[in-house]
């Protein structure tokens, strides 16, 4: 393969990260997004009497639900998303741009190269 086609590859492969890098960073946005609002309820709920009556919407109708389990709830839902946070988001991001920089990199060495014989002749 000529070095020409070698770089337009490594620019569409370089293209590709950026791509994914862009869904990936959206998704911790919307991870951070619901963790804020799940925070917001935690606080409510944490001013709640035990025997306070909590209504959980489910599709177009609100039900009774048992103030434990609400609690509970949320909780795991602030843990799996602060879980899903840290563990995999962080590391698929770090990852990403780990590969990213990996063909700039290449990218550059590759346009120095091709800038050298240009230079010479």
């Known amino acids: 393969m000529d070095q020409q086609k070698q770089y337009q590859a490594l620019t569409d492969e370089y293209q590709g990260l950026q791509t994914e890098l862009t869904t990936v960073v959206t998704a911790r946005q919307k991870l951070e997004s619901q963790h804020t609002e ?3 309820v935690h606080k409510e709920f944490a001013g709640l009497a035990d025997d306070a ?3 959980k919407l489910v599709g177009p109708v609100l039900l009774k639900q048992d103030t434990s389990e609400a609690k509970s709830t949320v909780d ?4 799996y998303i602060e879980k899903e946070i840290s563990k995999r988001v962080e590391t698929n991001i770090k990852d990403v741009q780990a590969r990213s920089e990996g063909k700039k990199t290449e990218i550059m060495q590759m346009q120095s190269q091709m800038q050298r014989p240009a230079v010479q002749g």
């Open 76 to 79: 795991g839902r602030l843990d």
């Open 38 to 40: 799940n925070k917001s």
């Open 53 to 55: 009556v909590i209504y």
